[in-house]
């Protein structure tokens, strides 16, 4: 297989950047397809920790071309530091990194707007990361974003930037923000930081479809989870861009008939950070429980996370809209100890079963969770690297996840090191990384 696509199968935290990371070796173009920095994927090297936010997992694999993909929006700031973070750290992303010329550029004022927006009074707060990525997009489908295409053309960059400049600080004055905006810095300052990205932008769709026809492998990493995607997901408690496998297509511009995998990544529970319902939330000792033991804070924020049991409807639902060829449990070492663990395997509301993933907000407010119990292991999983190794609860509880989903789980992750990570012999995902 040449092309894989890997992406949360429920709201975004699952643990993408590690498997990415682990799978790029096997890779020679990782790209990204959508969000901004307001997604970060952490990885562990050793005794190394990165925080990667727009570039994609594989730049800590020097023989990897990286590239940041159409659907992605770039705060250049954002996009520079990191740059520099990996240089203090030896890496030389320079010579890695490719950006589309086709993606959109956030402004310092997108995330000016996004504050005020998420701090009206008569706003229900989606909970952003406030990083302008919701305003970029909102510019992107109301056609007056601006490109780092635009961004590198001097002239037209201004006509473009006066025209974007003018419609923020009409917002500006009718919210009463009176001085804070300084246009013209902002200017020159994207100015500048245009030609230090300049060498790294090219036309990534026509790079990857090239790389694609010549037989290189290529590995799409998708950025938050299923759950958020704009059209699928939890709306209006959602990301502003398309997170489920088919905006790998329309983020890179590879046609879906080049794809020839999909694999989902889930840990083994669930979480979510900000706003919205989340059925199978546990806001007791064992949540907590939970939230300390898998140090489930934002890699980015370093908000909390709520933190609940593993949720079958969700799961049946993403694998539909996605088309799993295989799951990717992560994160199982966190559930050691525990003398029973909860699996929410149908929903209720107003005393009926519901089979299907409500669209309604209200409806998904109200479902109550029904679950089954399965017994917990005492023995520790932690770096186990070999299916049959794992407490016999432990691989219980994996099977019963497949049984209950429809989808294999090819790999199980009991670590935050690269290593410690179980591929399942005879697996599809061990046929589709072969």
């Known amino acids: 297989m040449s092309t894989l696509i890997v992406l949360g199968s429920q709201w975004g935290d699952e643990g993408k950047g590690k498997i990415v990371d682990l799978f790029s070796q096997k890779f020679d173009f990782v790209t990204r397809y959508q969000g901004g920095h307001n997604a970060g994927h952490t990885v562990q090297v050793g005794d190394q920790k990165f925080v990667l936010k727009l570039i994609p997992?594989?730049?800590?694999?020097?023989?990897?071309?990286?590239?940041?993909?159409?659907?992605?929006?770039?705060?250049?700031?954002?996009?520079?530091?990191?740059?520099?973070?990996?240089?203090?750290?030896?890496?030389?992303?320079?010579?890695?990194?490719?950006?589309?010329?086709?993606?959109?550029?956030?402004?310092?004022?997108?995330?000016?707007?996004?504050?005020?927006?998420?701090?009206?009074p008569d706003r229900v707060a989606i909970g952003t990361t406030s990083r302008g990525i919701g305003p970029c997009y909102e510019d992107k489908i109301a056609r007056r974003g601006i490109r780092v295409a635009d961004l590198l053309n001097t002239g037209n960059f201004e006509t473009l930037y006066a025209l974007l400049a003018e419609d923020k600080q009409t917002l500006a004055n009718a919210f009463g923000i009176k001085g804070v905006i300084n246009y013209?810095?902002?200017?020159?300052?994207?100015?500048?930081?245009?030609?230090?990205?300049?060498?790294?932008?090219?036309?990534?769709?026509?790079?990857?479809?090239?790389?694609?026809?010549?037989?290189?492998r290529v590995l799409f990493e998708g950025a938050q989870g299923t759950m958020l995607d704009i059209d699928h997901g939890t709306y209006p408690f959602v990301t502003s861009s398309s997170a489920a496998a088919g905006g790998a297509c329309t983020g890179t511009g590879v046609p879906p008939t080049s794809i020839d995998g999909i694999v989902g990544v889930s840990?083994?529970?669930?979480?979510?950070?900000?706003?919205?319902?989340?059925?199978?939330?546990?806001?007791?000792?064992?949540?907590?429980?939970?939230?300390?033991?898998?140090l489930e804070f934002g890699s980015v924020t370093g908000r909390a996370r709520r933190c609940g049991w593993f949720d079958i409807p969700l799961?049946?639902?993403?694998?539909?809209?996605?088309g799993f060829d295989s799951l990717i449990v992560t994160k199982l070492d966190v559930l050691d100890g525990f003398d029973e663990i909860k699996v929410c395997t149908a929903y209720k509301a107003h005393g009926v079963v519901i089979e299907t993933m409500p669209a309604e907000n209200l409806l998904l407010e109200q479902i109550e969770p029904v679950y089954e119990t399965?017994?917990?292991?005492?023995?520790?999983?932690?770096?186990?690297?070999?299916?049959?190794e794992l407490p016999k609860n432990a691989k219980d509880y994996i099977e019963f996840l497949e049984r209950r989903t429809g989808v294999e789980v090819g790999c199980v992750s009991t670590g935050p090191e690269r290593m410690e990570t179980i591929i399942r012999p005879g697996s599809k995902l061990e046929r589709l990384l072969a």
Request: aromatic share 6%; proline share 7%.
């Open 57 to 120: 997992s594989g730049v800590l694999h020097p023989n990897v071309r990286v590239v940041i993909g159409n659907g992605v929006v770039i705060d250049p700031r954002a996009l520079l530091d990191e740059i520099e973070m990996l240089e203090r750290a030896g890496i030389d992303p320079r010579r890695q990194v490719s950006i589309s010329s086709r993606a959109h550029v956030i402004f310092p004022f997108h995330r000016l707007v996004e504050k005020v927006s998420e701090a009206r």
């Open 184 to 216: 013209d810095e902002i200017l020159a300052d994207y100015k500048r930081m245009a030609e230090k990205i300049r060498p790294m932008v090219c036309d990534t769709a026509q790079l990857l479809n090239d790389a694609i026809r010549l037989g290189k």
């Open 267 to 294: 840990k083994a529970y669930i979480t979510r950070v900000g706003g919205g319902p989340f059925p199978s939330e546990d806001k007791g000792e064992d949540g907590e429980k939970i939230r300390e033991a898998g």
């Open 315 to 322: 799961m049946r639902y993403t694998a539909m809209i996605n």
């Open 374 to 388: 399965l017994p917990g292991w005492p023995e520790p999983t932690s770096g186990i690297t070999t299916f049959s």
